[in-house]
């Protein structure tokens, strides 16, 4: 299915050029279709129908394939074909959210998101960060943790992003994450910093 038609009604140029800005890394053209309008439309598409010509397609089909009422098993293979078409933050941090954990899917999609964190490629280390962060509360947390802190090796701006965002997230939740601090780069640790002094969520922020 090429989605031209489909997006024709949603399409907003302003918010294009807004999402164009914030995502230089683009690899594909994008329509300018608002996050809310393509959770809508992935409920109302068949995921093994979609052709990929748009950063929206990427976005589309990784939704409806944690949307779909497939197992846990075949979400994870078809996650996996999706992949390499990973080329922005926003795409990561969008999809993940629609991989829940419950009690019967959660060893399979920790066993598959921790998998990627050993991956070569920006992107697909960062959904699986973003993932364990996301999921945390529904996960053994400290191992999340300590999971994130040591994927981050400085070499790349938005894996440092990344994982700072994920300190700040877990340290908000509970102050005794700083002890993983440590354990990422300088700048990383500089990152996840400002960002607790910017939340509002956290009282005491550690120190520079």
Do not use: H
């Not at 589309?60 to 922005?88: C, R, V, W």
């Not at 908000?172 to 700083?178: G, V």
């Amino acid at each position: 299915m090429v989605t031209d038609s489909l997006f024709a009604p949603y399409i907003d140029e302003k918010y294009r050029k807004f999402a164009l800005s914030l995502s230089p890394s683009d690899k594909l053209p994008r329509m300018g279709i608002r996050i809310p309008i393509l959770r809508k439309l992935s409920k109302e598409v068949d995921w093994r129908e979609i052709e990929i010509n748009y950063m929206e397609d990427v976005i589309l089909k990784g939704l409806a394939i944690g949307f779909s009422k497939e197992s846990a098993e075949n979400k994870t293979e078809a996650l996996s074909s999706l992949l390499p078409y990973l080329s922005s933050w926003d795409q990561c941090d969008i999809i993940q959210s629609a991989f829940k954990v419950n009690e019967k899917n959660r060893e399979i999609y920790f066993s598959f998101f921790t998998s990627l964190l050993s991956s070569k490629e920006t992107f697909i280390r960062r959904i699986a960060i973003v993932w364990l962060m996301s999921q945390r509360k529904r996960l053994d947390w400290e191992k999340a943790l300590r999971l994130i802190a040591e994927s981050d090796n400085g070499d790349d701006y938005y894996i440092s992003m990344a994982v700072a965002w994920a300190l700040a997230t877990f340290y908000a939740d509970d102050t005794k994450a700083e002890e993983i601090f440590s354990l990422v780069s300088e700048d990383t640790r500089k990152r996840a910093i400002r960002k607790i002094r910017e939340s509002r969520r956290c009282a005491n922020p550690p120190q520079l």
